[in-house]
């Protein structure tokens, strides 16, 4: 019959998408970090559907706090994204470039890799936040990923060097190239073993430093 919600704490499903002959099955994807908007593909199209006023958005990725939308296209490597404000009248766009992917850092700041063409292999990654201007430029790489709890980006560089930058030092540079014969397509970091709500003391700080300075280079 189509797509339904079916909530714990009501005995009443709902029928979000209703099927249609003439159209694909709506699939569900994932939720935003609050739960209020359920990201939907439905043939070619992606969206994020508002599950309170049933409004569809553009596809992308919802800041934490869920005011906010970078838009792009998740479906394919690289897209122009917009920067959406959800809460505003009318939900107002604005254009931010070419780019591929996106992660929200926290409610005001969000990591995206800025390209000059569809067919450009490395791209500028840049931590932009949205209330004002101030950014953060981490050079140009394949791949990003941001890691919460020790607040530590990853980036992969063109010559297959991995990126790791960190509060606790300023950066360290490891060569991936004798470890792997094949160009490298993905990276990310591993789910942590802690919240990223935890916080640390000054004495755990510096024996994660001494730790970490102790790594040997491989």
């Known amino acids: 019959e189509g797509l339904w919600l079916l909530d714990v704490y009501s005995q009443t499903p709902r029928l979000l998408i209703a099927a249609d002959p003439d159209r694909p099955h709506a699939i ?8 209020r908007y359920l990201a939907v593909t439905q043939g070619d199209q992606r969206a994020n559907l508002d599950l309170v006023t049933m409004t569809l958005h553009p596809d992308g ?22 920067l959406c404000r959800l809460t505003a009248p009318d939900n107002p766009c604005y254009s931010l470039g070419l780019g591929r992917g996106g992660i929200w850092i926290n409610d005001q700041r969000y990591l995206w890799a800025n390209c000059e063409s569809e067919a450009s292999i490395a791209c500028d990654f840049i931590v932009d936040q949205h209330l004002c201007c101030s950014n953060i430029w981490l050079g140009r790489g394949l791949i990003a990923d941001y890691e919460r709890v020790t607040d530590t980006y990853l980036i992969l560089r063109e010559d297959q060097t991995l ?3 960190s509060p606790y030092r300023t950066g360290s540079e490891h060569a991936l190239s004798r470890w792997f014969n094949e160009p490298i397509i993905a990276a990310e970091w591993l789910p942590t073993l802690y919240t990223e709500n935890r916080t640390f003391s000054p004495i755990v700080i510096a024996r994660y430093q001494a730790w970490l300075d102790s790594l040997p280079d491989f």
């Open 28 to 35: 569900a994807r994932y939720f935003s970090p609050g739960g």
């Open 163 to 165: 990126d790791v930058v």
């Open 61 to 82: 990725v919802i800041s934490p706090d869920e005011r906010s939308l970078l838009a792009y296209d998740t479906g394919v490597p690289t897209s122009e994204h917009r």
